[in-house]
């Protein structure tokens, strides 16, 4: 599963500040010799990367940030303005970052962060219309559409990840907030996927609506720390990865009203004892997961990939990994893995995200202090 490199490439910089620089040799993988140009640089933990219709591309830095990088590659040097308040608090911040579906008519861009309450930090999800031009883009008419509550006292476990569907509903992904109970809790958003109208209104068939004690925006139960969403080409299915405990990382298909189990079965165990988390790996009523990884590989971002660039990887995949500093193939066979493949590990860093551009090319974003959008491009 390894990469092995094939030969070497010699870099060369572009007159655009930090645009297509091609920095890494060929790299052979199992089915496509590749190789990585880098897009952008000096981002600060970037978190995830969004197209618009004239191929400007957003980019969120968890500090707080939102940036937009030209077509040539080229990072505005001034952020865009207009956002809340955003919390870099813990493992949050400002996360994913998504254009609506008819953003040539409307102008709306769709972000999730953590926001700050009085019972303390939660994930919130907020929209705004993009306006300006190069050196003075800005967000008007911000409007907050959703607010987690309870919040929670701990710095861990977000999630952040947004999708819209082709209905034109908009999931967004919670983590329990590093307080494992809360997933199982029908009166807390914790640990579930949220399902709302594009405005901001509770859909009336969500699962849960008119149920006592139940969050009518909950979509599921049982999720620990999901981040990474995504829908698939074929069937419209969201998808979603969750990071486990110690062990026990997770690919699941989101079905409404589901419960994933955590944190009361698990295929991971408690950090650094290595002792049983819940009741095991399985119990009825609870779902079992497409793929867990055994140890985990801290998954983060996630794309499907169904262009010809990379034409014997369509239908796979794609997962990025902050541990081991690699980028995840999955090839499926209907919701089954029945292949995986390691790609990239140690040649860019941690990986955050990872999505198909308009181009047919993948993209990766590294959480990293000087982070990089990189794009995978065919060698040869």
């Not at 309870?150 to 819209?164: E, L, N, S």
């Not at 809360?182 to 579930?192: F, I």
């Not at 049982?222 to 990865?241: D, I, K, S, V």
Request: net charge positive.
């Amino acid at each position: 599963m390894r990469y092995v490199l094939a030969c070497a490439v010699a870099a060369g910089t572009s007159a655009s500040p930090g645009a297509g620089v091609l920095a890494q040799p060929t790299i052979a993988t199992e089915e496509h010799a590749v190789r990585v140009s880098i897009v952008a640089r000096g981002l600060d933990h970037p978190w995830s990367v969004a197209w618009l219709p004239d191929g400007r591309m957003l980019v969120t830095e968890r500090p707080g940030r939102l940036r937009v990088v030209a077509r040539d590659g080229t990072l505005e040097p001034r952020p865009v303005s207009g956002l809340p308040a955003i919390e870099p608090y813990g493992q949050g911040g400002l996360f994913d970052v998504v254009p609506h579906p008819r953003f040539a008519q409307n102008g709306l861009v769709y972000f999730a962060f953590a926001g700050k309450g009085a019972d303390g930090y939660g994930t919130e999800l907020a929209r705004g219309r993009l306006a300006g031009a190069p050196g003075s883009y800005r967000l008007e008419t911000v409007e907050l559409l959703f607010r987690q509550q309870p919040k929670g006292r701990t710095g861990r476990h977000f999630g952040g990840r947004i999708v819209f569907d082709r209905a034109g509903f908009v999931f967004l992904t919670l983590g329990d907030r590093g307080e494992m109970a809360r997933a199982q809790r029908p009166g807390d958003h914790a640990g579930s996927v949220i399902r709302l109208h594009d405005d901001g209104r509770v859909p009336q068939d969500n699962p849960f609506v008119g149920r006592p004690g139940f969050k009518p925006e909950k979509y599921t139960l049982g999720n620990r720390n999901m981040q990474g969403a995504a829908l698939h080409p074929e069937t419209g299915a969201l998808w979603t990865h969750e990071h486990g405990p110690q062990g026990g990382d997770e690919v699941n298909v989101i079905r409404a009203g589901v419960n994933y189990g955590w944190p009361v079965v698990t295929y991971g165990v408690n950090y650094g004892i290595g002792t049983q988390i819940g009741e095991g790996s399985h119990k009825p009523g609870m779902a079992q997961p497409l793929h867990y990884w055994v140890p985990s590989i801290a998954p983060s971002g996630m794309a499907f990939y169904d262009a010809d660039r990379f034409p014997r990887w369509r239908g796979d995949l794609f997962v990025g990994a902050l541990r081991d500093r690699m980028l995840v193939r999955l090839r499926l066979d209907g919701e089954k893995v029945v292949k995986e493949e390691r790609m990239l590990q140690g040649t860019l860093g941690r990986i955050r995200d990872v999505r198909q551009g308009p181009d047919g090319h993948l993209y990766l974003l590294t959480d990293e202090s000087d982070g990089v959008l990189a794009r995978l491009e065919p060698a040869g």
